[in-house]
């Protein structure tokens, strides 16, 4: 079975990439961040065409997630139990559903923008209400795994530079901390191999040529229980999806596993 995340960056742009690399790829699940469309603008038949299901949460603003299976696609559940809010609005950021014999969440975490803002606050608390989400499932017997864009790199090998990153979001020590008490649940962190360089970045900035530099950073992630840890075969950054023109600033993770 392979599973994979990609923070496409928009669907409506992404979509004749998205559709030629389910073609080639031979994913069975898909876990997809920031849509940046409604529900109802989906490509929801462009993907049942291919032989794909869609869960779908998303309101048309910036965020948006989805899940796209061709091995079932039950249990559906849209949005984040317990999910804070910001400035009194719940956020399309969380979908999850049961795909064979495996349950997934597709996550978009909230950025946090700058350590002051009140976005960093909300992410803290978001975190910490995936944590209570996920802890059930976690624990369980089944494979079981979040998979998305966490905006946050786990460690400093993470991010090209650590110290081009001082004093921002994403490497600060609440965050990092937020996600050792996630894998506190039961989850592990799967980390991908590169398919080149020696660190598997996930997300290279469009601006002042970081993609050929490989100024990048490990956000995207794969968090899996027990029963999904144990079942991976292998696990890659398709860092070739990132090339050319019209590519999202996030290239997909890989997972493929013996269930």
């Not at 960056?9 to 073609?23: D, F, G, H, M, V």
């Not at 969380?94 to 978009?108: F, K, L």
């Not at 592990?188 to 996930?202: E, G």
Request: include cysteine; glycine fraction near 8%.
């Amino acid at each position: 079975m392979r599973i994979a995340t990609w923070n496409v960056n928009s669907i409506t742009a992404r979509l004749p990439r998205l559709l030629a690399w389910l073609e080639s790829s031979g994913t069975d699940v898909l876990c997809l961040q920031e849509a940046k469309v409604a529900e109802e603008q989906f490509p929801v038949e462009a993907l049942r065409e291919l032989g794909y299901e869609s869960a779908v949460h998303a309101t048309g603003r910036w965020n948006g997630v989805a899940v796209l299976s061709r091995v079932g696609l039950e249990d559906v559940v849209k949005g984040l139990p317990g999910d804070p809010g910001y400035e009194g609005a719940q956020e399309a950021r969380a979908v999850s559903a049961s795909c064979g014999p495996v349950r997934v969440w597709s996550v978009y975490v909230p950025n946090g923008r700058e350590v002051d803002h009140p976005h960093y606050a909300y992410k803290l608390q978001w975190l910490e209400a995936l944590k209570t989400a996920v802890a059930g499932d976690a624990a369980g017997g089944r494979p079981f795994a979040v998979l998305g864009d966490y905006n946050i790199a786990p460690a400093d090998d993470d991010v090209f530079d650590r110290a081009a990153f001082e004093g921002a979001t994403h490497v600060t020590p609440a965050e990092r901390a937020a996600l050792a008490a996630l894998r506190e649940t039961g989850l592990s962190d799967v980390v991908p191999r590169p398919l080149k360089y020696d660190h598997p970045f996930t997300y290279w900035d469009y601006r002042q040529l970081s993609f050929p530099k490989n100024r990048g950073m490990r956000i995207d992630l794969v968090y899996g229980n027990g029963p999904f840890a144990g079942a991976v075969k292998d696990a890659y950054v398709d860092r070739e999806e990132r090339k050319g023109k019209g590519a999202s600033d996030h290239a997909p993770v890989v997972v493929d596993l013996d269930v």
